[in-house]
Nanobody, 123 residues
Framework: QVQLVESGGGLVQAGGSLRLSCVASGRSFGGNAMGWFRQAPGKEREFVASISWLGGTYYADSVKGRFTISRDNAKNTVYLQMNSLSPEDTAVYYC?????????????????WGQGTQVTVSS
């Protein structure tokens, strides 16, 4: 059974940092693109970042320069380093695994999803 489990969320003050982790089990995702999405209360889920199977990255404009996505295929883990956090970043953050290896910002390209981890940024 494939599972994606996120961790690392929490409460942080504006300007602070958090590092999210997503561990995959049940199969290897070394050949798949991985992504992070988020959903704030009352809003639709939105794309945050994607990393291809070769390590190429793509970010939403709202997080570019502040967030960094990375992966460790040996550990079947993807990370999201979040710096300079603002209250607008408050959301549930979801890890996802795509069906293919190339970058994608479209949720429909992702076949597996984690349960989410809450990130709350106080002002």
């Amino acid at each position: 059974q494939v599972q994606l489990v996120e961790s690392g969320g929490g409460l942080v003050q504006a300007g602070g940092s958090l590092r999210l982790s997503c561990v995959a089990s049940g199969r290897s995702f070394g050949g798949n693109a991985m992504g992070w999405f988020r959903q704030a209360p009352g809003k639709e889920r939105e794309f945050v970042a994607s990393i291809s199977w070769l390590g190429g990255t793509y970010y939403a404009d709202s997080v570019k320069g502040r967030f960094t996505i990375s992966r460790d295929n040996a550990k079947n883990t993807v990370y999201l380093q979040m710096n300079s956090l603002s209250p607008e970043d408050t959301a549930v953050y979801y890890c996802a695994a795509a069906g293919g290896g190339y970058l994608s910002w479209q949720a429909s390209d992702y076949n597996y999803w984690g349960q989410g981890t809450q990130v709350t940024v106080s002002s």
